[in-house]
């Protein structure tokens, strides 16, 4: 079974990533059009919904390329993306007008180790069993 690796590697990556969203997205629609909760995210949901998914399927495909020449764990691997993702979502929801609440500043300290903790145990444990049931772990 190693006929398309590349092509697994990405699907195994972009699963947990894209079901999160689903719920995020139904809980986001609930809130919005039966609560009315007014929060304007139509303007950056775009880039959740698009490039984070892709962007851990590559990120796995990245892993699955480099593990014979670098020996990093898999945790640490997808801990390691929030690193790329965070600045990303600042410039689009900045270019995009989006008003970042003031909260987010003084939350920062302590969200940034606890997003790198959920990405390296989404990694550890759920993309690393998603590459050993497709195979390429």
């Known amino acids: 079974m190693n006929q398309h690796i590349y ?11 894209t079901i999160f969203l689903l719920v995020v997205a139904t809980v986001f629609t609930i809130a919005r059009y039966i609560y009315n909760v007014p929060v304007p995210v139509e303007r950056v949901i775009v880039f959740p919904m ?16 480099l593990r014979s020449r670098l020996q990093l764990s898999i945790g640490l691997h997808g801990a390691l993306l929030p690193i790329l993702l ?15 609440p003031n909260f987010a500043a003084h939350a920062f300290p302590i969200a940034a180790p606890v997003a790198l903790l959920v990405y390296y145990f989404a990694w550890k444990y759920l993309v690393g069993f998603l590459n050993r049931v497709q195979e390429i772990a």
């Open 50 to 65: 698009a490039v984070v998914p892709n962007a851990w399927g590559l990120w796995n495909v990245l892993f699955v390329a």
């Open 7 to 17: 092509l697994r590697a990405y699907m195994a990556g972009i699963v947990v990533p």
């Open 86 to 100: 965070a600045p990303l979502g600042i410039v689009v929801a900045s270019l995009l007008n989006f008003p970042i």
